[in-house]
Antibody, heavy 118, light 108 residues
Framework: QVQLVQSGAEVKKPGASVKVSCRAS????????FHWVRQAPGQGLEWMGI????????TYAQKLQGRVTLTRHTSTSTVYMEVTSLRADDTAVYYC???????????WGQGTLVTVSS | EIVLTQSPGTLSLSPGERATLSCRAS???????LGWYQQKPGQAPRLLIS???TRATGIPDRFSGSGSGTDFTLTISRLEPEDFAVYYC?????????FGQGTKLEFK
């Protein structure tokens, strides 16, 4: 069955970087785009960015431009999301999600809590 | 950027009642690239509806979506206890792929 399994929770200090992984299984990895979405505590969903099936095209939310990087490794069926220069307001649960044929996000990872605190 | 505004913010209903959730876009959503998601506390969102009206795999037929252009609706025909959650609409037709702020469906 389709599964997206993310790496575990992280605690980082302001100014540090974090890299979250999302390992896919149960489908042909190279056929799909992936998105990343985050959710601050008690808040709604915020779209962060998308990476294409070959990994050579990415698009990011303007708010995060310059601080977020999406990559993917075909050999391990894994997508990565890195955020640099972390701030307290980057504290959130980060989700990876697969894009379906209609553009919606049909499968989601379980989420990774990233806490930024001094 | 397409802004999605959901209403109401909170909807208080009882099991067995009908729920109608609205999502209005600041500009037309291309080709009905509009999805609806359900999120329960501590869980990842779950896709309910894609393409404005197509139920995702395994979604009960009490959930239905409609609309086009700038106005979209999610209807739950007869509420079950497990339907009380937060619902988000999202447009996936043009970047940035924005979400609405959510509608919380709570027990009356």
């Amino acid at each position: 069955q389709v599964q997206l399994v993310q790496s575990g929770a992280e605690v980082k200090k302001p100014g540090a970087s974090v890299k979250v992984s999302c390992r896919a299984s149960g489908f042909i990895f190279t056929n799909y785009y992936f998105h990343w979405v985050r959710q601050a505590p008690g808040q709604g969903l915020e779209w962060m960015g998308i990476i294409n099936p070959t990994g050579d095209v990415t698009t990011y939310a303007q708010k995060l431009q310059g601080r977020v990087t999406l990559t993917r490794h075909t050999s391990t069926s894994t997508v990565y999301m890195e955020v640099t220069s972390l701030r307290a307001d980057d504290t959130a649960v980060y989700y990876c999600a697969r894009r379906d044929l209609r553009g919606s996000f049909d499968s989601w990872g379980q989420g990774t809590l990233v806490t930024v605190s001094s | 950027e397409i802004v999605l505004t959901q209403s109401p913010g909170t909807l208080s209903l009882s099991p067995g009642e009908r729920a109608t959730l609205s999502c209005r876009a600041s500009q037309s959503v291309s080709s009905s690239y509009l999805g609806w998601y359900q999120q329960k506390p501590g869980q990842a969102p779950r896709l309910l509806i894609s393409g404005a009206s197509t139920r995702a795999t395994g979604i009960p037929d009490r959930f239905s979506g409609s609309g086009s252009g700038t106005d979209f609706t999610l209807t739950i025909s007869r509420l079950e206890p497990e339907d009380f959650a937060v619902y988000y609409c999202q447009q996936c037709g043009s970047s940035p792929y924005t979400f609405g702020q959510g509608t919380k469906l709570e027990f009356k």
